[in-house]
């Protein structure tokens, strides 16, 4: 299971074109259409725009890590989506359509035992023995 999800997030599943490295993260900023209002026609937080100016950064938020990913439910900027499982699917579904969407966000036709599988990958990125306090609140 654990082993197939991790064949998976650096395969098929194309996780790792964002989540790499010894922190699972780019440290870049990427449109996930996270956030995206389609009946007002745009973000309701507009992200890495508001600091560098460049269009393109339009609902654009730094690449997380994914270790101890587990133990921090909800998930994304915004805390919207509310499990692990939940996430994988906003990703099989390449995302909310924008137009600011990253190009690396396409459909990934996970079938419903794979979906199953990454969550048990990112289960197993949860480590042990040092301070690891979740957060009550989100920054102000
Ligand atoms: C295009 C780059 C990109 C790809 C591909 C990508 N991620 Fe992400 N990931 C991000 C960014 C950026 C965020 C934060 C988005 C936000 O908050 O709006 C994120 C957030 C997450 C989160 C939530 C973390 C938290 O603490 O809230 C998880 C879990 C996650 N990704 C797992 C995955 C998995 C599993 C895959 C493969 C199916 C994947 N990611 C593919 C860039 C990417």
Not at 85 to 106: I, Q, S
Request: proline share 6%; glycine share 8%.
């Amino acid at each position: 299971m654990v082993k197939n999800g991790s064949n998976l997030f650096f395969g098929k599943a194309l996780c790792m074109t964002c989540h790499l490295g010894p922190n699972f993260t780019d440290s870049q900023f990427h449109n996930l259409g996270v956030g995206w209002d389609a009946a007002a026609n745009k973000m309701k937080d507009e992200g890495r725009v508001k600091i560098s100016g460049k269009a393109e950064d339009t609902g654009a938020f730094k690449t997380p890590t994914v270790r101890d990913v587990a133990k921090h439910a909800p998930y994304m900027h915004d805390g919207s989506v509310a499990t692990l499982k939940d996430v994988v699917e906003h990703y099989n579904k390449a995302g909310n359509p924008n137009p600011h969407l990253d190009p690396r966000m396409v459909k990934l036709n996970l079938s419903a035992t794979e979906v199953d599988e990454l969550v048990a990958f990112m289960e197993a990125l949860n480590g042990e023995g040092y301070q690891d306090t979740v957060p009550t609140a989100f920054p102000q």
